[in-house]
């Protein structure tokens, strides 16, 4: 294994993690209210370091930043800086995948596809950065901020699967017997497309939540989910789906666990850690006021379970996705 290989695949990695730190580090920002901590981009309040006191600004100051033709909001010091250390994560992570991207050339002549989809993801790193720009420019509005976090999943989609991919040399993989195969398969398409939905359900509470937060001036926590309404129920019954398939999904994998691969299964419980762990976070939120901290939390929770059941998908598919990597080790059942 070719050492520049190994540094792409150890780089990959670590900015797969970073960029589940910033979905994190957005959440906070969500579950505080700090989006608008700085009304402007890319500086806050026209400076490239934030000011830590009022008396740094102009008098006139909401006006001189007003957004969206709107005063902004008394200056709020744990606001600013919670968005400006977002903003700080989010251009640390845009130089990660900048140097994947260019540690993504040494397998160029092997196999492009890896090369070609890393610098694919840069670009819409890039968007990514611009999108955040227009967030803020438009005072927050929420199909935006929605947007912008389901393009942090696509990066870390495409990120895994090319860090999945230059692994085929080195990978000694499992087939899958062909009916449990397409068995598998099917129930976990199916999981899959109903975390989907399930995140965008969620997405759409977050915003209810954004909105009757405001309204309530962030007081009476206790009020906002029945202000918040049907989606929030909505969100909430649908999880027993999610959680009913993903069983029915365990036990078909556990059941043939003989003939699936150890890796495969490992992956299978950890996700069914996380599963647990989401659904525990999600009750905390509606029978505790929804905390603060929980937030940020619960969104993660849920990015994690969506990026490992990609994981388990490119594992039973791996002759697939691994089609054009040359000395693949593979052993059938």
Same mark, same amino acid.
């Given at each position: ?17 970073? *960029?589940? +730190?910033? $979905? !994190?580090?957005?959440? #906070?920002? =969500?579950?505080? %209210? ?7 981009? /890319? ?110 999943? *696509?990066? +870390?989609? $495409? !990120?895994?699967?090319? #860090?999945? =991919?230059?692994? %085929? ?7 899958? /017997? ?115 901290? !929980? ?39």
């Amino acid at each position: 294994m070719k050492k520049s290989e190994k540094r792409f695949r150890n780089f990959g990695v670590i900015t797969i993690v970073s *960029v589940y +730190v910033l $979905i !994190l580090v957005g959440g #906070i920002v =969500r579950a505080t %209210g700090s989006g608008m901590g700085c009304p402007d981009w /890319p500086k806050c309040f026209g400076q490239w370091v934030p000011p830590t006191n009022e008396a740094e600004l102009p008098e006139n100051y909401k006006e001189v930043f007003k957004v969206a033709g709107k005063e902004i909001a008394d200056f709020n010091v744990i606001h600013t800086w919670t968005e400006y250390v977002n903003r700080l994560v989010g251009s640390l992570i845009g130089v990660f995948i900048l140097v994947t991207c260019i540690l993504s050339i040494s397998f160029y002549k092997k196999d492009k596809l890896i090369t070609v989809l890393s610098f694919i993801t840069f670009l819409i790193v890039l968007f990514q950065g611009w999108l955040g720009s227009v967030v803020v420019s438009t005072n927050l509005k929420p199909i935006l901020i929605t947007l912008h976090m389901l393009l942090a999943q *696509v990066i +870390v989609g $495409i !990120l895994l699967f090319v #860090i999945f =991919r230059s692994f %085929g040399n080195v990978l000694s993989l499992k087939k899958l /017997p062909e009916v449990t195969f397409k068995k598998v398969q099917f129930t976990l398409l199916i999981c899959i497309a109903l975390s989907v939905i399930q995140l965008m359900l969620g997405t759409q509470v977050r915003e209810g939540v954004d909105v009757v937060a405001k309204s309530f001036d962030y007081q009476q926590r206790n009020l906002w989910l029945e202000e918040i309404g049907a989606v929030f129920y909505t969100h909430r019954s649908f999880s027993l789906l999610v959680l009913a398939v993903h069983a029915y999904f365990f036990f078909m994998l556990f059941k043939s666990k003989e003939n699936v691969p150890s890796d495969t299964v490992k992956w299978a419980y950890f996700l069914g850690a996380i599963l647990l762990t989401e659904i525990l976070s999600g009750i905390g939120m509606a029978y505790f006021s929804i905390p603060n901290w !929980l937030q940020p939390v619960h969104l993660l929770l849920g990015s994690l379970a969506l990026g490992v059941q990609f994981i388990l998908l490119l594992f039973i598919n791996f002759e697939k996705f691994l089609k054009k990597q040359k000395n693949l080790a593979m052993h059938t059942a």
